[in-house]
């Protein structure tokens, strides 16, 4: 079983991260050239990186559900179902319950920025800010107080990234919190005290 890291070296003061979708050519300074996970190429740019993938470099089969990289077939749906059933669920239909509740993207654009903020790319589909419980509390105060509406927190601990996450942000369009999931923790380097807060576009800073 996966278990979550020490805190993670070299990370330092890096806590907001933005992720661009697209399908032209990049403008960021880092490609990331082999494969690996949607939570491994976030966890890069907590350390400062910026890479670069395109959706064939993703290998994780639940963000490749996510963003709607691969069609539809009973043979992915049964891989997939096999991801809780392996975590400790003994009922396949509480298994394929848990996989239908994932948000599943249809997107076109297949290249994917990930970058540390600041950062030379302008706009961002979404950001991801990782940091804890009390300074969580405080934005989701600021974008209460700034427009309203509430943040979203739907939780089953699985694909927490790519789905509840990047997922959620872009299905509801507005700001999600995420407890994170045990890959999401291990892979992007996530400590046991810190909590996911995501929203669209440009995460403003609440002063």
Not at 128 to 133: A, N
Not at 190 to 206: K, N, T
Request: with cysteine.
């Amino acid at each position: 079983m996966e278990t979550s890291p020490a805190p993670a070296v070299g990370r330092e003061e890096v806590s907001l991260v933005g992720v661009f979708v697209h399908n032209a050519g990049s403008i960021a300074t880092h490609h990331q050239t082999g494969a690996g996970r949607f939570c491994d190429f976030v966890g890069h740019s907590l350390k400062g990186e910026s890479p670069v993938v395109s959706d064939d470099q993703i290998d994780c089969p639940l963000a490749r559900y996510v963003f709607g990289i691969d069609p539809s077939s009973e043979e992915m749906i049964e891989t997939l179902v096999e991801k809780p059933l392996g975590w400790g669920t003994r009922d396949i239909e509480i298994a394929m319950t848990i996989i239908e509740s994932i948000p599943r993207l249809t997107m076109d654009r297949r290249i994917l920025e990930f970058a540390p903020i600041p950062s030379c790319i302008p706009e961002f589909d979404v950001t991801l800010w990782v940091g804890p419980p009390s300074a969580a509390m405080e934005r989701v105060i600021g974008f209460s107080y700034g427009n309203g509406q509430q943040t979203h927190a739907r939780l089953n601990g699985v694909g927490a990234l790519c789905g509840e996450c990047v997922g959620g942000v872009l299905r509801v369009r507005g700001p999600v919190l995420s407890l994170g999931c045990r890959g999401s923790r291990l892979h992007a380097g996530i400590r046991d005290d810190e909590l996911i807060l995501v929203m669209p576009g440009v995460f403003a800073e609440r002063e």
